[in-house]
Structures are given as structure tokens and as C-alpha cells.
């Protein structure tokens, strides 16, 4: 079995971001590991000054899927473009609640809203600057 799995880079925000995630749409932390817990050391130079302690590594689970996502090496390690994360719910009301809790800080691209393909469909770009789609599944597919 395949599996494709993000892995989003933060550019040293990638803490603040997790936090964000688990308020906005219940994301919950699997795994974590600081650049500090490495059982070996970085080839010299390969960290930004100060990024010692910003996360090397970590898993977060949203529902059934699996988000990773790091640091990076320095404040220059993001760029979200050419793609979103897309959302799917069976309920009107917690993709409402996903969708309000990563608008916070973000931009609304497109509001929640009936489209042909689902009774309750949106686009949003978070703080962070990653993309998102937020779907209510109708019933019948």
C-alpha cells in the first residue's frame, strides 16, 4: 500500500503552527522532535544560528489523515504554493467550525458555500500561508 503523506515546512513557526492546527481543526501531535534531540549530530553549517531548538521533526494527526511537518533549517525553508490541503466532513457544522477556526488570521479566498458538487464548499489560506478547501460530502457519494 501507497501512501502520500504532506510534509509542510514552517520556517521556524512550525510550533506556533502545530498549536494553531490543533485549535482550529483538533490536530494532534503523534510525534515531535526538536533539531537538539538528534541522536546525531548536523553536518556544521547545516542550521540557521539559533534553530537548535525549533522542531526537527513532528506528525500530526487530523481525523484519519497524517500531516508532517519540521522547522526546516532556517526562516527561509517555506513557500506554499500550487497546492491546497483539502477538508472533507459528513457535517455542514464541523466543516463551519474548521473553516472559521483556520480563517483566523488567514484570508477567506472563496466563503463557505453551495456549489454543484457539495452543499457546503470554501477555500482558505491560513496564517501560515497554506492553502485549504473545506468540503461537506454529500451523502449519496
Not at 498549536?19 to 549530530?41: C, L, N, T
Not at 508532517?68 to 525553508?77: I, L
Not at 513557500?79 to 467550525?97: C, V
Request: glycine share 12%; with cysteine; net charge negative.
Amino acid at each position: 500500500m501507497t501512501h502520500i503523506q504532506p510534509y509542510l515546512y514552517f520556517a521556524g513557526r512550525c510550533e506556533e503552527a502545530i498549536a494553531f492546527y490543533g485549535q482550529a481543526i483538533g490536530a494532534k501531535v503523534e510525534f515531535m522532535m526538536r533539531h537538539s534531540d538528534s541522536p546525531d549530530p548536523h553536518p556544521p553549517g547545516l542550521l540557521q544560528p539559533g534553530f537548535e531548538n525549533k522542531i526537527m521533526h513532528a506528525t500530526i494527526r487530523v481525523g484519519e489523515a497524517i500531516l508532517m511537518a519540521s522547522d526546516g533549517c532556517d526562516d527561509q525553508s517555506t513557500g506554499f504554493k500550487g497546492f491546497s490541503l483539502s477538508l472533507s466532513f459528513s457535517a455542514e457544522a464541523d466543516a463551519q467550525k474548521a473553516f472559521a477556526g483556520l480563517s483566523d488570521g488567514g484570508q477567506v479566498m472563496m466563503p463557505l458555500g453551495k456549489t454543484f458538487w457539495s452543499p457546503c464548499f470554501g477555500m482558505v489560506t491560513d496564517r501560515f500561508g497554506v492553502g485549504w478547501m473545506v468540503t461537506v460530502t454529500p451523502a449519496d457519494k
